[in-house]
């Protein structure tokens, strides 16, 4: 054996050791009066441990044979397979990447399954994984309501906190929609060095606030500290330091290592978390072997007497002895099992390892937007009298011509209304009505439980999002400013738009997320109230992006986009310009012209669907939000300057862009000028040009107008990096005359 494969030690330590009857000190104490579940049970548990361990020594010699793709096993973990025994399937499990041992025992919950090879077509990255079809190697189960994660470190937890805090409100709100019992809990697990994540703390902060408000979070962290993040030790008695005195959470700690102290701790902690609705930290020691990795040497940071120390520990030989001393299985019939279920395992396993993989991109990229849970059917939109009470003296203003703000408050109203499952939610948004006002008398008309304030975290208002949208709900949560949505990316990103992709649409997060932002404000700016910058979202796949110019657009949009996150459970980027939200007028004081009468409530604007302002195949200004306002004003002196007329674009949504209209629309025309206010490097803007270079040919001159690439100042310099009425003709008329 060499010294660098510590998985040989480990097998072999194991067989070596149980014959010899050599196990790691006993906690007899615990066996005296135990009787918290028969003997059998704790046999099957067993069974899992083994059966992973033996998942993970396959794994790593098909890696070295170039079959499989992914070595971060669950050994030193095994304990959590008590987990899978004591919570039933119908609570939901956000699981860390070392929780096969949970997963197979979870499994035992439910008939016709097969565990075993579907882990490990995992492992393998074949088409044929029933989960995430080869995308990647995760434990992940629609039957055993276990959503998929990738390589996780915290992220997955502001969701779990969402999903559990959903279960009470769903239950308050008779929600018809509701995936989750309404006496469920979530499960929620991840190792020692996660919790010190910004996305864990935002998580923990959030449950214990919520529970200090007198609200229900049935959560349970499951913290599985083995004491080391990759190389980097956790300070001893770190977690427990941290988690023991936590306002809110309820603290409980556990021996990873011995089984009976881990049904009886598990048993005790479902028992409160279920009865009293609140969230628990359940604190699993443990230990972790063969490194982090398949890749990873332990010898590059710990000494040989460590690692060994370790490995004398492991969780099979406390697990082994345990057999014993309970007079479940003897020596002999353990290592009947253990090496038994190695056969099984490596039949298994070698059988995956000649199943089908994905080759082409467009099977990859198939389940980007895939959902298979479709609505049919669109709510009842809700009858006059209903409308008429909740809207109350505003209802006679739908008539009125309004900005972009009320417009868009007037429909936040009826989609509540006829939307009985959506929520609105983040920084004062609940009595204040938000700092434009947008969500203002929402609360009174719907109550605390649909419209309420978050805590000043994004990333909580995004996960609680994701979390609501995994019971059934469409939430519809701001966030204060687009400047603001960059402390949570990863949630957009890493969570909320792959959750389909890792799961074949089997699991999606379907929601609304309201941005104001953009530039162009009067009086109050700074890059932090002023960012006009969308690069983010063009590299996100599967989001809608939506950026109204006006109040009429924006309601049409609004509906589309909820309409869409209901159907299709699509997650819906809804960036509104502040700057547009109050303006009233196009040309010239008291004109009037962007006041809008709000729509029929039937009234919506498809996805992709841009809007022409004139005919011309002289010039086609592309544009959205400001820039279309702004492209408006100045398309009249254009017109007046040159005498020829020219059209303006208003593409309306930047994902997905309707390309082959677009083109269709421009392909006769001899100049195109792309205005866009976002900064020159990464905005949409680029990629448009890139598309019409590509495609036209040179039949047309192409050039982009956009935002130099600079932070936005505050005073009057604020719109000096930026397109302008004036700068839109100054390019044009270069444009037209060459």
């Given at each position: ?718 719109t000096s990096t930026l397109p302008s009425k004036k700068s839109i003709v100054q390019k044009a008329i270069e444009l037209i005359n060459g």
């Amino acid at each position: 054996m060499s010294l660098f494969n510590r998985a040989e030690v480990v097998d072999f330590n194991f067989t070596k050791r149980v014959k010899e009857g050599s196990f790691p000190e006993s906690k007899s104490d615990l066996l005296k009066s135990d009787r918290c579940i028969p003997n059998s049970e704790f046999i099957s548990i067993f069974e899992s441990q083994i059966a992973s361990r033996h998942m993970d020594l396959k794994a790593r010699s098909l890696k070295d044979q170039g079959k499989c793709y992914y070595t971060i096993g669950s050994s030193g973990h095994e304990g959590n397979a008590v987990f899978g025994h004591v919570f039933p399937y119908t609570d939901m499990a956000f699981l860390h990447y070392r929780s096969t041992p949970f997963f197979l025992q979870r499994s035992k919950q439910v008939s016709g399954l097969t565990p075993f090879f579907d882990t490990a077509l995992s492992f393998m990255a074949s088409s044929e994984d029933p989960i995430s079809g080869g995308r990647h190697k995760v434990i992940g189960s629609k039957k055993l309501n276990i959503p998929p994660q990738t390589s996780t470190i915290a992220s997955h937890l502001p969701k779990a906190v969402g999903t559990a805090f959903s279960i009470d409100r769903a239950k308050d709100l008779n929600i018809k929609e509701k995936n989750l019992e309404q006496n469920s809990i979530v499960i929620c697990s991840f190792g020692d060095a996660s919790a010190n994540h910004a996305s864990a703390l935002s998580a923990f902060n959030t449950a214990s606030w919520i529970k200090n408000l007198g609200g229900h979070v049935p959560i349970i962290f499951l913290c599985e500290d083995n004491g080391t993040g990759i190389s980097v030790p956790t300070q001893d008695g770190w977690i427990k330091e941290n988690f023991s005195n936590k306002t809110g959470i309820l603290y409980i700690q556990t021996d990873g290592l011995h089984l009976v102290d881990l049904v009886k701790k598990a048993k005790e902690a479902e028992k409160i978390c279920r009865k009293q609705r609140c969230p628990i930290f359940l604190h699993m020691k443990t230990v972790r072997l063969m490194g982090h990795a398949g890749s990873d040497i332990e010898v590059g940071y710990k000494s040989l007497s460590e690692i060994e120390k370790t490995e004398f520990d492991d969780p099979l030989l406390h697990s082994a002895r345990i057999m014993i001393e309970k007079k479940c299985l003897t020596s002999t019939e353990i290592l009947s099992l253990y090496e038994n279920s190695r056969n099984q395992i490596n039949f298994v396993f070698d059988s995956a390892a000649l199943r089908p993989y994905l080759v082409k991109h467009e099977d990859v990229m198939s389940a980007i937007v895939a959902n298979e849970n479709k609505r049919e059917n669109d709510p009842q939109i809700p009858n006059l009298k209903l409308r008429k009470n909740i809207f109350g003296k505003e209802f006679e203003r739908l008539k009125i011509p309004q900005h972009m703000g009320k417009l868009l408050n007037y429909s936040l109203t009826d989609l509540l209304l006829q939307y009985s499952n959506t929520l609105v939610f983040g920084e004062d948004v609940a009595k204040k009505g938000g700092v434009y006002h947008i969500t203002a008398d929402l609360y009174k008309q719907f109550g605390e439980r649909r419209v309420f304030n978050s805590p000043l975290d994004e990333t909580s208002i995004i996960g609680f999002g994701i979390g609501f949208a995994h019971n059934g709900f469409i939430p519809i949560p701001e966030i204060q400013f687009l400047a603001y949505l960059h402390n949570a990316e990863d949630q957009l990103r890493g969570e909320a738009a792959t959750l389909p992709f890792f799961s074949k649409g089997q699991f999606t997060n379907p929601m609304v997320l309201r941005v104001p932002g953009l530039a162009y404000q009067k009086g109050f700016g700074g890059h932090f109230h002023n960012d006009n910058s969308l690069t983010v979202f063009r590299d996100i796949p599967g989001i809608i992006l939506a950026v109204p110019s006006n109040g009429l657009d924006a309601v049409k949009m609004l509906r589309t986009s909820v309409k869409e996150a209901y159907k299709n459970g699509r997650v819906i980027i809804f960036v509104e310009p502040i700057a547009l939200y109050m303006t009233k007028d196009l040309h010239k004081p008291k004109d009037g012209e962007w006041l809008f009468t709000y729509p029929e409530l039937e009234s919506e604007i498809p996805l992709g669907e841009f809007t022409v302002d004139g005919k011309s195949e002289i010039l086609t200004i592309i544009t959205y939000g400001n820039g279309f306002y702004l492209s408006l004003q100045a398309k009249k002196e254009i017109e007046k300057k040159t005498r020829k007329k020219i059209k303006v674009i208003d593409l309306r949504w930047l994902a997905p862009i309707n390309f082959k209209g677009l083109l269709s629309n421009v392909e006769n025309c001899k100049n195109i000028l792309i205005v866009d206010e976002c900064r020159k490097t990464g905005c949409h803007g680029e990629g448009i040009l890139a598309e019409l270079l590509s495609k036209l040919n040179g039949r047309s001159k192409i050039e982009l107008h956009a935002a130099k690439d600079s932070f936005i100042p505050l005073g009057v310099s604020s719109t000096s990096t930026l397109p302008s009425k004036k700068s839109i003709v100054q390019k044009a008329i270069e444009l037209i005359n060459g």
